[in-house]
């Protein structure tokens, strides 16, 4: 399920262990790689479109779209959540599975 972020043509789609970031005129798109070769189960934008939750079986990882690095990552969950979304208030900085 494609996620698309706000004020923009992009968006981000899971494909096996690894994510997809396109924009609409640009299917090749940039591949962010939460490292770990599991399979991706959800992932969602920040409000303000900076950044990029992606969520597979084994952690929680949180990329910063400008650079493509990840910023935070939350390992050695027991069970990955099937989808995740990330708070729309800019102010409260939440992940929710």
Known sequence: RPRFRAGSDEFA????????????????????????????????FSAAGDRLAVTDELALDLFDLGTGARVRSWPRFHHGPLSLALDPDPARPYVYR
């Open 13 to 44: 789609v899971a494909a096996g262990g690894a994510v997809y970031l396109c924009g609409l005129p640009d299917p090749p798109g940039d591949l962010l790689s939460a490292g770990r070769g599991e399979r991706v189960r959800g992932l969602d």
